[in-house]
Every structure is written in structure tokens, then in C-alpha cells.
């Protein structure tokens, strides 16, 4: 088809607006920064997300395009600019070139001038290579693959590459050595039996399309970025579904995605960006590592060490095969079958990929199993996200910066876990099963709404655990207290943990927003944690645990507070009012766990007031007598680190 002026104008349009989408979120503010020193500082107003109106452009002249047709073990072109030899096609000059039929045993090589760009429509094409990339581009300045609408392409390799000294480094079924873009409203099929699915050594865009990828190894790979802007991605992946690895430049090694509709399941990373990964919109439906059932940390602490044995998933290549890992390292074929601490009874072979979860400069060789994952920040706006995963759901080396989005997720590690800094200011974020929540050296929230279900902590700053091995699968230690915060100043927050609700190595600050916090049952834990100071200044929150460990705000708040401990302890989904002396409800929250000491402070609080606490069949009042009221005497005698009053 011959593109016409309105299309062309559309695929401006279009680019336009994808421009301005990408740069709109917000990345961390000055306030908020401070990170370690070994993480890369690029944020996401470093990159360059924008996607050109040529990655989106689907038109051609059908009368100046060279025709190439695969059918009984040859190749018929119709045109200038390619060769065919058998099934192998050698595409050697710049233009437009349409693919179709079928080849058992052939090739597309693309090897033309270094500033030729090269147009191949994929107009109902399937191509099966026995020893090589079905399409390889080893020199050209930029191709293009136009899915031609309502058309079914398939690309399919062997287990084995027989290859010679200038394609040693072919590893992936699409192969790119060049800038490659992938649009259309076709469907593409990537049967990747040997390694990757689609590689790009220079950026990957992809625009349009529905693509379906099964590796043995990786999915997608763009050397120096991968952006997306949409299309319906179908993705089971050996290893990681898509990547950036370039570490040489922080402009580099990104993953920005502005739309599209997204289905991985793999055995490590959903999606790795060696420096920002970039989420504006999109749905995402993701599971890493056989899920949060196959959990990479047990409940009490422990690491599951059968968890990387544990990951059929669906990945390992087309025919089941057991994957190498992204070196191509690792044995194929059916792997023995291995006891579960689960009994899922699931038995594909993991082999160990290599990863830098660590702030120090060492790399540690891991199997990383992560959804959202980027070296120095995950930076999400918005879409739809719902995730299953066995370590991390999202995980970031240095900051995450949450600006918009609906993100559910059960982890089998941390929901969310940042080196650096974790900042929340608005969207839904449900984490329905985690070992530590949230998890950041400077934990700010200042909107949103946030739900945390955890076997430990639920936000916990500084990493680590008060009750967890240290050598767990994806933890990560942080050694020093120096800059450890946490701070809400609004949104509202709604904790379930078994270890303590909010944790803070260094200090706890509280502004604004809505806590509720439904703490430990036993006495080792507090609903309230802090090693510096905790301060409130406003905002409303109502924290039930055990007693033993609890503490309340310190007398260096400016906003009343309470911390008192029952009698006896209240059994689980017993209301819990606090009224006053007119009767009037002034707080009110119903833990799903047996309690017995709460914190409780509101704007509405004050001085000289008495106030009625009504638990189930308890009833006690308390007077308040200065800035911190308190009857108990658990860790630091209740009163926090800002000391005690009673009454």
C-alpha cells in the first residue's frame, strides 16, 4: 500500500505525543536523593525516551518495493537489492522489501551500507532455520519490520548455531547489529530454541504489533534501550523477557515503556534495565521464578534454597528444554527431579544468572528473579500491573519513584525494595503477600493509597530483618543508619504484618496522610520500630500489636499522641473505637489480628480531653497529659525515644 498524506500525519501526531508522554512522570527530588555511591545516579530525566514518527509509520509504495517469496526450498525476488541463494536471502541495499511464504530451512541476512536504512514487510512470512538466525542484520543504519495488518509471520531457530567468525556472537533468533524497529497491527511469533528471541546491539523500538516470543533465554534485548509505545506482548522467556544491558553511559541501558499490553512469565527478571526503567502506561500481567508460591524467602526468615530448582513457569525454549543461562552456559534437556519445600512438584532446571543486586562494586553471580527491576531507578506513572512473583516484585539498585499506576503484587521477597530512596506520591499500590513490604533507605510517601500484607516487616527502612536469616536469597543489607527515614505526609496506608508494621533504622516522621497499621502478635515485634527519633506533626494513625516491643511518638512532636497498653488482650476482627467525652467516634479500625497495646494520634486529640478506648469487652479511658500519653512499659518504657509520660 502507498502511505498517504493523513497517515503520515498521524504517525507524527502519534510520535508527538508519545514524546511528551515519556518525559511527564517525575523523578526523585532534591529533597530526597541521597543514595549510595556505588549505584549509577542517571534518573529518568536522563534518558531519551522519545520514538521518532518514523518507528511508527506503517506505509509503503507496494510499485517501488522488492518482492520476496520463500516457497519449495527457494526464493523468488522480484526487484533490485537482494540476492537469494536457495532459502538464504541476502539483502544488500537500502529500500523496501515484502516478505512472504514459507521457508523449512532459510534466512534473511541484512548486510548493506552503514547508512542504509531498510524496510522489511512481513506480509504473511514463516522461516525455520536449522543452524542460524532465521534474520540477522549485521550492517545496516536502521531496519524497520512492518507487520502487515491481519497477517501471520513466524520466526523459528534450532537448539545449536553452527556459526563462523563473523556472526560469532549471533544469539538470537531476530539478530540485530543495528537501530531496530518493530511496528505494524500483525502478529509476530519468535520461537527462540537456542538463546534470545529478538536482539538489538544499538536501541530496540517497538511501536505496534502483537508479538509472541518463547525463548530459551532471553526475550527482548536492546543493547542500548528498548522503548515501547505498544502492541500486545505474549512473552515466555528460559531466562529474562526484556532487557537493556548497555553499562558504559547512564544515557544508556534503559527500558522505557508508554503503552502496550504485556503477558511474561519467565524464570529470572520480567524486565531488566541496567540503568532506568521507565513504566508511563500499559497493562502488564507478570510472573518470575514459578510465583510467589515458589517464594525465594520462607516465611520465618530463612532462604528457600530448592526456590531456583522450582521455576516451570513455562520458559526453557520452545520444546521444553532445560535453558542456559543468558551466556549460553547450562546444560539442555530433561533435568532430574528435585525435592520441594513446597511440594509443587515443579522441576525445571535454573541455571545461576548473572546480576548486581548489591550496592558494593563486586557483581554477584544469583539467580534474580524479579518483575520490575533497574539498576538505578524504577520510575512508574501509570498503567495496570498485576504481578506474581518469587524474589522482588519491584526492585531498583538505586531509587523507585512512584508517581501514578494500580500495582498489585504477591512477592515471594520484598513487594518493593530500593538501595536508594523509595518514593510514593500517588496511585493504588497493593502488595497481597511479601516477605518485607516496602523496603528503602528513605521511605517517603506523600499519596497514594498503599495496602501491605507481610510475613516481616511492612515497610521497613534499611533493609534487612529484625527476624531474618542475612543470607536469604535477595536480601539486601544496608550497614550504616546515617540517612535512614521514613516520612508519610499523606495518602493512606493500610499495614498487615507479622514482623513490625513500620520499621525504621533511623528516624520516622509523620506529617499527614491516613495509617492504619494491624501489627505482630508476638512480643518480639512493635507496630511502631525506630532506632533514631519519631515525630508527628499531623495526619491520623491507629497502629495495634503485642506488647513487649512497642513504642509510640517521642515528645518532640507537635501533634498529640497515645500509646496504651489493655489489659488483656482483644481477639482478632473486634472493633476498636476511640470516642470522646461527648460520646463523639474520633478514631476507629478493625485489626484482623489478636492485639493488645495501640498508638493512636489525631488532630483531634487534645490536651486535658478524655478519651474512652473500647476493644471488644474492654473498656479503659485515657487523659491526655502533654504531647505523649502513656501507660506502658514495653521497649524504652513506651514513651518511644522521646521518653515517657503516664498518667
Same mark, same amino acid.
Given at each position: 500500500?502507498?502511505?498517504?498524506?493523513?497517515?503520515?500525519?498521524?504517525?507524527?501526531?502519534?510520535a508527538?505525543?508519545?514524546t511528551?508522554?515519556?518525559?511527564?512522570g517525575?523523578?526523585?527530588?532534591?529533597?530526597?536523593?541521597?543514595?549510595?555511591?556505588?549505584?549509577?545516579?542517571?534518573?529518568?530525566?536522563?534518558?531519551?525516551?522519545?520514538?521518532?514518527?518514523?518507528?511508527?509509520?506503517?506505509?509503503?509504495d507496494?510499485?517501488?518495493?522488492?518482492?520476496i517469496?520463500?516457497?519449495?526450498?527457494?526464493?523468488?525476488i522480484?526487484?533490485?537489492?537482494?540476492?537469494?541463494?536457495?532459502?538464504?536471502?541476502?539483502?544488500?541495499?537500502?529500500?523496501?522489501?515484502?516478505?512472504?511464504?514459507?521457508?523449512?530451512?532459510?534466512?534473511?541476512?541484512?548486510?548493506?551500507?552503514?547508512?542504509?536504512?531498510?524496510?522489511?514487510?512481513?506480509?504473511?512470512?514463516?522461516?525455520?532455520?536449522?543452524?542460524?538466525?532465521?534474520l540477522?542484520?549485521?550492517?545496516?543504519?536502521?531496519?524497520?519490520?512492518?507487520?502487515?495488518?491481519?497477517t501471520?509471520?513466524?520466526?523459528?531457530?534450532?537448539a545449536?548455531?553452527?556459526?563462523?567468525?563473523?556472526?560469532?556472537?549471533?544469539?538470537?533468533?531476530?539478530?540485530s547489529?543495528?537501530?531496530?524497529?518493530?511496528?505494524?497491527?500483525?502478529?509476530?511469533?519468535?520461537?527462540?530454541?537456542?538463546?534470545h528471541?529478538?536482539?538489538?546491539?544499538?536501541?530496540?523500538?517497538?511501536?505496534?504489533?502483537?508479538?509472541?516470543?518463547?525463548?530459551a533465554?532471553?526475550?527482548?534485548?536492546?543493547?542500548?534501550?528498548?522503548?515501547?509505545?505498544?502492541?500486545?506482548?505474549n512473552?515466555?522467556?528460559g531466562?529474562?523477557?526484556?532487557k537493556?544491558t548497555?553499562?558504559?553511559?547512564?544515557d544508556?541501558?534503559?527500558?522505557?515503556?508508554?503503552?502496550?499490553?504485556?503477558?511474561?512469565?519467565?524464570?529470572?527478571?520480567?524486565?531488566?534495565?541496567?540503568?532506568?526503567?521507565?513504566?508511563?502506561?500499559g497493562?502488564?500481567?507478570?510472573?518470575?521464578?514459578?510465583?510467589?508460591?515458589?517464594?525465594?524467602?520462607?516465611?520465618?526468615?530463612?532462604?528457600?534454597?530448592?526456590?531456583?530448582?522450582?521455576?516451570?513457569?513455562?520458559?526453557?525454549?520452545?520444546?521444553?528444554?532445560?535453558?542456559?543461562?543468558?551466556?549460553?552456559?547450562?546444560?539442555?534437556?530433561?533435568?532430574?527431579?528435585m525435592?520441594?519445600?513446597?511440594?509443587?512438584?515443579l522441576?525445571?532446571?535454573?541455571?545461576?544468572?548473572?546480576?548486581?543486586?548489591?550496592?558494593?562494586?563486586?557483581?554477584?553471580?544469583?539467580?534474580s528473579?524479579?518483575?520490575?527491576?533497574?539498576g538505578s531507578?524504577?520510575?512508574?506513572?501509570?498503567?495496570e500491573?498485576?504481578?506474581?512473583?518469587?524474589?522482588?516484585?519491584?526492585?531498583?539498585?538505586?531509587?523507585?519513584?512512584?508517581?501514578?499506576?494500580?500495582?498489585?503484587?504477591?512477592?515471594?521477597?520484598?513487594?518493593?525494595?530500593?538501595?536508594?530512596?523509595?518514593?510514593?506520591?500517588?496511585?493504588?499500590?497493593?502488595?497481597?503477600?511479601?516477605?518485607?513490604?516496602?523496603?528503602?533507605?528513605?521511605?517517603?510517601?506523600?499519596?497514594g493509597?498503599?495496602?501491605?500484607?507481610?510475613?516481616?516487616?511492612?515497610?521497613?527502612?534499611?533493609?534487612?530483618s529484625?527476624?531474618?536469616?542475612?543470607?536469604?536469597?535477595?536480601?539486601?543489607?544496608?550497614?550504616?543508619?546515617?540517612?535512614?527515614?521514613?516520612?508519610?505526609?499523606?495518602?493512606?496506608?493500610?499495614?498487615?504484618?507479622?514482623?513490625?508494621? #513500620? *520499621?525504621? !533504622? /533511623?528516624?520516622? %516522621?509523620?506529617? $499527614? &496522610? =491516613?495509617?492504619?497499621? +494491624? @501489627?505482630?502478635?508476638?512480643?518480639?515485634?512493635?507496630? #511502631? *520500630?525506630? !532506632? /533514631?527519633?519519631? %515525630?508527628?506533626? $499531623? &495526619? =491520623?494513625?491507629?497502629? +495495634? @500489636?503485642?506488647?513487649?516491643?512497642?513504642?509510640?511518638?517521642? *515528645?518532640?512532636?507537635?501533634?498529640?499522641?497515645?500509646?496504651?497498653?489493655?489489659?488483656?488482650?482483644?481477639?482478632?476482627?473486634e472493633?476498636?473505637?476511640?470516642?470522646?467525652?461527648?460520646?463523639?467516634?474520633?478514631l476507629?479500625?478493625?485489626?484482623?489480628?489478636t492485639?493488645?497495646?495501640?498508638?493512636?494520634?489525631?488532630?483531634?486529640?487534645?490536651?486535658?480531653?478524655?478519651?474512652?478506648?473500647?476493644?471488644?469487652?474492654?473498656?479503659?479511658?485515657?487523659?491526655?497529659?502533654?504531647?505523649?500519653?502513656?501507660?506502658?512499659?514495653?521497649?524504652?518504657?513506651?514513651?518511644?525515644?522521646?521518653?515517657?509520660?503516664?498518667?
Open positions: 500500500m502507498k502511505i498517504s498524506d493523513t497517515k503520515k500525519l498521524a504517525a507524527i501526531t502519534a508527538f505525543f508519545i511528551v508522554t515519556a518525559f511527564s517525575c523523578s526523585e527530588s532534591a529533597n530526597s536523593s541521597q543514595t549510595t555511591s556505588s549505584v549509577s545516579q542517571a534518573a529518568k530525566s536522563d534518558i531519551d525516551a522519545s520514538i521518532a514518527a518514523e518507528d511508527i509509520d506503517v506505509g509503503y507496494e510499485e517501488s518495493s522488492v518482492g517469496r520463500f516457497a519449495d526450498g527457494s526464493a523468488a522480484d526487484g533490485e537489492g537482494a540476492t537469494a541463494e536457495g532459502e538464504t536471502v541476502t539483502i544488500s541495499q537500502a529500500g523496501t522489501y515484502i516478505l512472504s511464504g514459507t521457508a523449512t530451512n532459510g534466512r534473511i541476512i541484512v548486510s548493506a551500507d552503514k547508512t542504509a536504512e531498510i524496510k522489511l514487510i512481513f506480509n504473511g512470512v514463516d522461516i525455520t532455520c536449522a543452524d542460524n538466525a532465521p540477522l542484520v549485521s550492517k545496516a543504519k536502521k531496519v524497520y519490520i512492518v507487520l502487515e495488518d491481519g501471520e509471520n513466524v520466526l523459528t531457530d534450532s545449536s548455531y553452527s556459526l563462523g567468525e563473523d556472526d560469532s556472537n549471533t544469539d538470537g533468533a531476530i539478530f547489529k543495528a537501530d531496530l524497529t518493530i511496528n505494524g497491527s500483525g502478529t509476530l511469533t519468535v520461537n527462540a530454541n537456542y538463546k528471541g529478538i536482539v538489538s546491539k544499538d536501541d530496540l523500538v517497538i511501536t505496534d504489533g502483537n508479538i509472541n516470543v518463547t525463548s533465554s532471553t526475550a527482548m534485548e536492546g543493547k542500548d534501550s528498548v522503548k515501547i509505545s505498544g502492541g500486545t506482548f512473552i515466555s522467556a531466562t529474562n523477557g526484556i537493556s548497555n553499562t558504559e553511559a547512564s544508556k541501558g534503559f527500558i522505557s515503556v508508554t503503552g502496550g499490553s504485556f503477558t511474561v512469565v519467565a524464570n529470572n527478571d520480567a524486565f531488566e534495565a541496567e540503568t532506568v526503567l521507565s513504566i508511563q502506561d497493562s502488564f500481567d507478570i510472573t518470575t521464578g514459578g510465583g510467589s508460591a515458589n517464594a525465594s524467602m520462607k516465611s520465618d526468615g530463612t532462604p528457600n534454597r530448592n526456590w531456583q530448582n522450582n521455576m516451570d513457569n513455562g520458559g526453557g525454549g520452545p520444546n521444553g528444554m532445560g535453558r542456559p543461562d543468558d551466556n549460553g552456559n547450562g546444560t539442555r534437556g530433561d533435568p532430574p527431579a525435592p520441594t519445600a513446597d511440594n509443587t512438584g522441576t525445571i532446571e535454573t541455571a545461576a544468572n548473572t546480576t548486581t543486586d548489591n550496592t558494593d562494586t563486586t557483581d554477584s553471580t544469583s539467580t528473579a524479579k518483575a520490575l527491576k533497574a531507578e524504577v520510575n512508574i506513572n501509570g498503567g500491573f498485576k504481578i506474581d512473583s518469587a524474589d522482588d516484585s519491584v526492585h531498583s539498585n538505586g531509587n523507585i519513584v512512584i508517581t501514578g499506576g494500580n500495582i498489585s503484587v504477591a512477592s515471594g521477597d520484598n513487594g518493593m525494595h530500593a538501595n536508594g530512596n523509595l518514593t510514593i506520591s500517588d496511585g493504588t499500590v497493593d502488595i497481597t503477600k511479601s516477605y518485607e513490604g516496602i523496603e528503602g533507605s528513605i521511605v517517603t510517601i506523600d499519596g493509597t498503599i495496602s501491605v500484607v507481610s510475613s516481616d516487616d511492612g515497610i521497613n527502612c534499611a533493609g534487612g529484625d527476624t531474618g536469616s542475612t543470607d536469604r536469597m535477595g536480601a539486601d543489607q544496608f550497614s550504616s543508619q546515617d540517612g535512614v527515614e521514613l516520612n508519610i505526609n499523606g495518602g493512606t496506608v493500610t499495614i498487615d504484618a507479622d514482623g513490625d508494621g #513500620l *520499621d525504621s !533504622n /533511623g528516624n520516622f %516522621t509523620m506529617a $499527614g &496522610g =491516613t495509617v492504619y497499621v +494491624c @501489627g505482630p502478635t508476638n512480643g518480639g515485634n512493635g507496630a #511502631l *520500630d525506630y !532506632n /533514631g527519633t519519631a %515525630t508527628v506533626t $499531623g &495526619g =491520623t494513625l491507629i497502629a +495495634c @500489636g503485642a506488647v513487649g516491643m512497642e513504642e509510640g511518638f517521642g *515528645d518532640n512532636s507537635t501533634q498529640y499522641s497515645v500509646l496504651h497498653d489493655l489489659g488483656s488482650t482483644v481477639s482478632a476482627n472493633k476498636l473505637t476511640i470516642t470522646d467525652s461527648d460520646g463523639k467516634e474520633i476507629s479500625f478493625t485489626p484482623t489480628k492485639w493488645q497495646s495501640v498508638v493512636f494520634t489525631s488532630a483531634d486529640l487534645k490536651e486535658g480531653e478524655t478519651y474512652t478506648i473500647t476493644a471488644g469487652s474492654q473498656t479503659e479511658t485515657v487523659t491526655i497529659d502533654g504531647i505523649v500519653t502513656s501507660n506502658s512499659k514495653g521497649k524504652n518504657f513506651g514513651g518511644g525515644h522521646g521518653g515517657r509520660r503516664g498518667f
